[in-house]
């Protein structure tokens, strides 16, 4: 994994853990690896993924079975859209709407741009 340095490693693995669980890698109510498991993977301190698992615990997006391990909870994947929803909304779209005001793109324009992209990712029946 490539860290960034404009955010904690550990909401970074948070993140990226969250696509996984959007990507269908890991399902609700599946099972995580282990924080060891997960820290040899992305090669960082155990530490470092206890603070990620702990983070994702707290906005109830995984959960600790005592014994067991952590687990996808519930509902996490209606979660984590709500989350990025809010993002998006709060800091993408000002930062595009402001892009677009620079660059005098119109709506109008970004419209066509995406029914362009939604016709080219239409497969032909």
């Known amino acids: 994994m490539q860290f960034k340095d404009n955010k904690p490693i550990f909401v970074q693995i948070a993140e ?4 996984e669980i959007l990507s269908g890698k890991y399902s609700e109510g599946g099972r ?17 993924v206890n603070r990620s698992y702990d983070w994702l615990s ?4 995984i959960e600790s079975k005592r014994g067991m391990g952590y687990y996808v909870s519930l509902g996490a994947v209606e979660n ?4 990025l929803r809010e993002t998006f909304f709060q800091e993408t779209l ?3 709407i402001m892009q677009m005001k620079r660059l005098g793109i ?3 324009e970004v419209e ?6 939604q016709n080219a990712s239409t497969p032909e029946r």
């Open 106 to 108: 119109t709506v109008g």
């Open 94 to 96: 000002p930062e595009l």
């Open 16 to 19: 990226h853990i969250c696509k």
């Open 112 to 117: 066509q741009a995406i029914e362009r992209s």
């Open 32 to 48: 995580l690896p282990s924080v060891r498991e997960y820290a040899s993977e992305v090669e960082v301190n155990v530490n470092t």
């Open 80 to 83: 984590i859209r709500q989350s």
């Open 58 to 61: 707290q906005r109830n997006i």
